[in-house]
């Protein structure tokens, strides 16, 4: 068995004294696992740092093996290191990626969407509303994905102000009438749009974050959220 | 098998636990201490006899010495007012080995890693930030992998002392006999914002 993709490196663990188990995902072959022999030598391990694209090769005897990568860099996103913010932001999408996603399960898009948003941490400081809109990629990749685009009680697609926090869709001012209160604010960072201030970014992630509490945690046993994206929100939210 | 062939056996045993030795080097290694009893394997097992007794973690710095508190903390030699951070014991003499820092050190004991689980208060960095306080400390020098991890954790710190004391951290780029060609695009590029003139 073998095959060859692009992969985003999540992570690794160390495997022996010398090997490490890397962790990717993959834009054909979803999140992905497999050894990568003299990962920790001087020459391999600084590819193997999180965010970093690498063309991989996978080999193993049977399909179910966990396998073998041999790996060349295609990008380096070293550049996001001196940078405290997009730092937060890389650790946060690697934390959720690695919490979220199944391993061997194909997610159309959801790489390139995670690579072009790596590649903008780098370059815009509009970077924090295109991380809410992935957040709002990655729980509709999973099965949770929230319809903003109407109201749910009347059809309206003018005027949306709120999220329904159960349904996850959205609701306009009429149509909350008395529920207001029980309802989360729409960010306008959740549809791409607005100025970017952290207080749209913060609402924004406010209303991911409680859909990933409530729907994605207890699919995940329970597991609490990644500590790197608690992080982000913090730092967002001071700018 | 004898008894004598036993020990042996376990010493090997316990040799191939160390880091860089397999089974096949541990024996190797067994062999020449044997044969070498006099000058080798009776020094070295008095030396280790005496660090197993005798080994352990500064209470100040986290450094490894032989006394509650270490060389390194007691010096008077030693400029005050500056902490280099570390990761680890290796890291802080390696820094030691450049010769280059007269100040004190604080080994954090690791990294923060979402993967691995470690917070903040599974480092020493609480006790960094009393240092700070109580040691009338100028600057901190911040002396982490250029690593995720690394460079996470020393963001963290910062953010947790900039506000009352200086924050730096080594810099980062081309390493002294290195080649621009050989140079990976994300060190290039740390280099040519850390540019200086000449």
């Not at chain 1, 996603?101 to 194909?106: H, S």
């Not at chain 2, 036993?6 to 024996?27: D, V």
Request: net charge negative.
């Amino acid at each position: 068995m073998d095959w060859r993709d692009e992969g985003i490196v999540l992570g690794i663990r160390p495997h022996g004294e010398t090997s490490v188990i890397l962790d990717v995902l993959t834009a054909s072959h979803g999140r992905h696992a497999g050894v990568v022999r003299g990962g920790v030598s001087r020459k391999i391990a600084p590819l193997l740092q999180p965010g970093a694209d690498l063309d991989l090769t996978w080999r193993a005897r049977l399909e179910e093996h966990l396998g073998a990568f041999t790996v060349e860099p295609l990008k380096s996103r070293a550049v996001l290191l001196s940078d405290r913010r997009a730092l937060a932001g890389l650790n946060a999408v690697t934390g959720l990626l690695r919490f979220a996603l199944p391993e061997r399960e194909v997610h159309e898009g959801l790489h390139e969407r995670t690579a072009a948003l790596l590649d903008m941490m780098g370059d815009s400081p509009f970077w924090p509303i295109a991380y809410v809109r992935w957040e709002v990629a990655l729980l509709e990749a999973l099965g949770f994905g929230l319809d903003l685009s109407a109201c749910a009680v009347t059809g309206s697609t003018e005027g949306l102000v709120y999220v329904s926090p159960r349904s996850g869709r959205a609701v306009s001012e009429a149509g909350a009438g008395e529920w207001a209160e029980r309802l989360l604010p729409l960010s306008p960072a959740l549809l791409g749009q607005g100025t970017g201030s952290g207080d749209e970014i913060v609402a924004g992630l406010a209303v991911t974050g409680h859909f990933l509490s409530a729907s994605l945690q207890p699919a995940m046993g329970d597991r609490p959220l990644p500590e790197a994206r608690a992080r982000l929100v913090d730092l967002l939210g001071r700018a | 098998m004898s008894d004598a062939t036993r020990e042996i056996e376990a010493l090997i045993e316990m040799m191939a636990k160390l880091p860089g030795l397999g089974p096949r080097s541990a024996r190797r290694a067994v062999l020449h201490l044997i044969k070498k009893r006099s000058r080798v394997l009776m020094p070295l097992a008095e030396a280790m006899r005496v660090v197993g007794e005798t080994a352990r973690e500064c209470l100040n710095c986290g450094n490894i010495g032989t006394s509650d508190i270490c060389d390194i903390c007691q010096s008077e030699k030693r400029r005050n007012g500056e902490i280099c951070v570390v990761e680890d014991v290796a890291d802080l003499w390696a820094m030691e080995r450049g010769g280059a820092f007269k100040g004190r050190y604080h080994v954090l004991g690791g990294t923060l890693s979402a993967l691995d689980a470690v917070g903040p208060e599974d480092l020493r960095i609480p006790k960094l930030v009393d240092r700070v306080t109580a040691e009338e400390v100028t600057e901190v020098i911040l002396a982490l992998n250029a690593t995720v991890d690394g460079q996470t954790t020393a963001h963290y710190i910062a953010d947790l002392l900039e506000s009352r004391v200086r924050v730096t951290s080594l810099a980062q780029g081309v390493p002294i006999g290195g080649e621009l060609d050989y140079l990976d695009d994300g060190t290039i590029s740390a280099a040519l914002r850390a540019r200086k003139s000449v």
